[in-house]
């Protein structure tokens, strides 16, 4: 009996008798590191949880009895430094191997883990350890990262308390590597008013910040739990898979697609440590090497895999291919199908919650469509006055929550220390996601665009995804972001400001051609009236377009010719 069936069944006879009846077992006190981890490693102690790689050409197998051992030395070492249950630690671990280790003795001692990517600047620094309160950062031992901290620190000194390397010396940091190595790997489950309880913080997830300051997305101990959706019903992952996610530590992508439920699902997950320099070359032969057969990323990397000489590699182990981050072009997937015979099955979430839709191992993917709805969260599409929408009707992407005692497994706790922010977005017994879509007669749901993204022109509502699919079936274009101008006749004219593939160049002309090829493409109305081309777009440092900053120069343009 697998562990996963402590918590859930998981055979069912079709989608209707999924979405009914799934449910998922939440004993009091359930913590990840103990309940999960330690049961692998005592149940399966060679098993493996983690095949890691570098681009240095280093690897390293690991098994959970070494999860286990090395996480129960970590939270030694943690609490030798006076970290203890509710202190928040910060941590940039990039893709090292260690951040597994280092999560689980987080989890094990009750402490607030807060992963973080390595780009932050000073700002975002010091904004992060003061709003989340901060006791300790570690990273990896980086000349430009001990910079940024260092810096941070004398802005926040009266918070941030301890300063940590993974390895290496360095003046004012722990050796936390050489600590861990120290400490006993005997380590004993707190209990009473030590142990973490399950409705405390577990996780908090800084958000992307595409329309604000970032958020703090807090989630309980109850959180891997849900990512059983995640890994099994959306991945269709089981104890025999390899599955790569390509997202770094500091993302909550790492939570969907590198830890929790695949390690529920007893499957191993696959690491490669790589620079900041992304090389599809690089992952479709570490495919082939290490016969990985599950693999899920954001439709720009599998756009970057059709530019390859596919025909070079042999692909064979791949039986699965998710995607997620961004909403599905339809091109993609056609072409990806094309290339390896495998359907893309995308699946959307936030930060804030986890897998909403998906597509299920039960349901025919629809290329572009974000599949079924999943039965954790039940969300719903609403208009303006709270009524569920009619087919082919857009409204908001909407989370029923009866009240607390109710709340969906999986939904956040709520923004960290901000209970007024919590309530723009929590309210009248509704989550409101902000993101806007729209479902069909079959019941699948299609993505328009955030809220404030969403373009009235004329009379029309036209979201920016299906403008910015049209354009990016061009050949011309590599990417492209869709905003309004203001307009005194139709309200908005829609925008396209667009990065060009290698080879080709702006001109009157290929604007022409591109306002063309999207009026075949989708309705007419929603063509671009105006077109420019860049060298860059503006993105938060998670890659998102911040199609805001788009608006607010064009805004200013405007004011400016006004005057």
């Known amino acids: 009996m697998g562990i996963i069936h402590k918590y859930c069944k998981t055979e069912y006879a079709s989608f209707e008798d999924f979405y009914q009846n799934f449910h998922v077992s939440m004993p009091h006190g359930f913590n990840f ?58 941590a940039m671990l990039k893709r090292r191997y260690e951040y597994w280790y280092f999560a689980m003795a987080m989890h094990k001692i009750g402490a607030i883990l807060v992963p ?6 000073v700002k975002d620094l010091v904004y992060r350890i003061k709003a989340a309160e901060i006791k300790m950062v570690i990273t990896v031992n980086d000349e430009s990262m001990r910079g940024k901290i260092n810096a941070a620190e004398e802005a926040t000194c009266d918070i941030l308390k301890i300063k940590a390397l993974l390895s290496g010396e360095s ?74 996610t390509v997202a770094e530590t500091g993302w909550a992508k790492a939570s969907w697609g590198k830890l929790y439920g695949q390690w529920l699902c007893e499957a191993t997950v696959f690491v490669y440590d790589f620079d900041d320099r992304f090389s599809a070359g690089d992952f479709l032969s570490l495919i082939d090497k290490y016969k990985i057969t599950s693999f899920c990323a954001p439709p720009t ?59 299920n191992p039960w349901c025919e993917p629809k290329p572009g469509s974000m599949g079924l709805p999943m039965p954790l969260t039940r969300c719903t599409i609403m208009d303006a006055d709270g009524r569920e929408c009619e087919v082919g009707e857009e409204g908001e992407i909407c989370m029923p929550v009866p009240d607390e005692k109710h709340r969906p497994l999986g939904l956040f706790m709520g923004y960290y220390k901000d ?94 051609e591109l306002q063309s ?34 608006r607010d120069a064009d805004a200013e343009k405007s004011t400016g010719n006004s005057q």
């Open 33 to 90: 590191g103990y309940d999960v981890v330690d049961e692998l490693a005592k149940e399966k102690p060679d098993k493996n949880a983690i095949v890691w790689c570098n681009d240095q050409g280093e690897e390293k197998i690991i098994s959970f009895a070494e999860v286990k051992r090395m996480s129960d030395k970590m939270a030694n070492a943690l609490r030798s430094l006076g970290i203890g249950k509710g202190d928040a630690v910060l």
């Open 116 to 121: 973080a990517t390595h780009m932050l600047s």
């Open 171 to 244: 003046a004012g940091y722990v050796h936390f590597n050489k600590l861990a190595d120290e400490s006993s790997e005997v380590f004993i489950r707190p209990t009473g008013d030590d142990a973490p309880d399950s409705r405390d913080v577990m996780i908090a997830y800084f958000t992307s910040g595409t329309t604000a300051l970032p958020k703090i997305v807090a989630h309980d101990y109850y959180y891997p739990l849900c990512h059983i959706t995640t890994a099994k019903f959306w991945h269709n992952l089981d104890e025999n898979d390899l599955h790569l």
């Open 301 to 359: 990397i599998y756009r970057l895999f059709i530019k390859e000489d596919l025909g070079k590699y042999s692909l064979k182990s791949l039986k699965k291919s998710s995607i997620a981050g961004e909403p599905l072009n339809p091109e993609v997937y056609t072409q990806w199908l094309a290339a390896t015979g495998l359907k893309l099955r995308e699946g959307y979430g936030q930060t804030e919650c986890t897998v909403v839709f998906a597509t």
């Open 419 to 512: 209970a007024a922010l919590t309530q723009k977005v929590l309210y009248n017994g509704v989550y409101h996601t902000g993101d806007m879509a729209w479902r069909d007669e079959d019941g699948y749901v299609w993505f328009c665009g955030r809220n404030d993204d969403i373009i009235k022109s004329s009379g029309y509502r036209i979201g920016p995804f299906e403008v910015e699919s049209a354009l990016i079936e061009h050949p011309a274009v590599l990417e492209a972001a869709v905003t309004g101008v203001p307009d005194p006749e139709r309200g908005f004219n829609v925008k396209a400001t667009i990065i060009l593939s290698k080879g080709f160049a702006p001109s009157d002309e290929l604007k022409k």
């Open 517 to 550: 090829h999207v009026k075949k493409v989708t309705a007419p109305y929603k063509y671009p009236r105006i077109i420019e081309f860049v060298d860059a777009l503006p993105k938060t440092i998670s890659g998102k377009i911040k199609r805001r900053e788009l």
